[in-house]
């Protein structure tokens, strides 16, 4: 059994499958009101991987709304669908929107032996 507050390892994907536009997706689990929380997973401009909660800075729904698409139509930001805003990929920071200047709030993601690997808590998304 683990301690709180431990966090385990989860394989995303092998580091060279990952492409500019394209977003990974892993469920980190329940957050602090028992609905499920989705990572997002990607590389940013200068192709370092990135991640982040999908979860909208205005309001906290996901920012695909259950689409799918996370990414703006010049695939350069991250984008909620409902709200209209748009956040950089490397950072998180909204550029636009109802939210701007807030950030989206990252997870962390390690890249290992050609790996792709977040870390999850075991008790909360």
Do not use: W
């Amino acid at each position: 059994m683990r301690a709180q507050g431990m966090k385990r390892r989860v394989r995303i994907c092998a580091r060279e499958d990952m492409r500019p536009g394209k977003v990974e997706t892993i469920d980190l689990g329940p957050d602090a009101y028992g609905l499920p929380v989705q990572g997002l997973i990607l590389l940013d401009a200068e192709g370092q991987v990135r991640g982040y909660r999908n979860v909208c800075k205005h309001l906290p729904i996901p920012l695909d709304g259950g689409s799918g698409d996370y990414l703006d139509d010049e695939r350069t930001h991250l984008f909620c669908g409902t709200h209209g805003a748009r956040y950089r990929l490397n950072d998180g920071y909204c550029t636009e929107g109802p939210c701007q200047g807030d950030s989206l709030d990252p997870i962390t993601v390690v890249v290992e032996d050609g790996d792709v690997f977040v870390l999850v808590d075991d008790q909360a998304g």
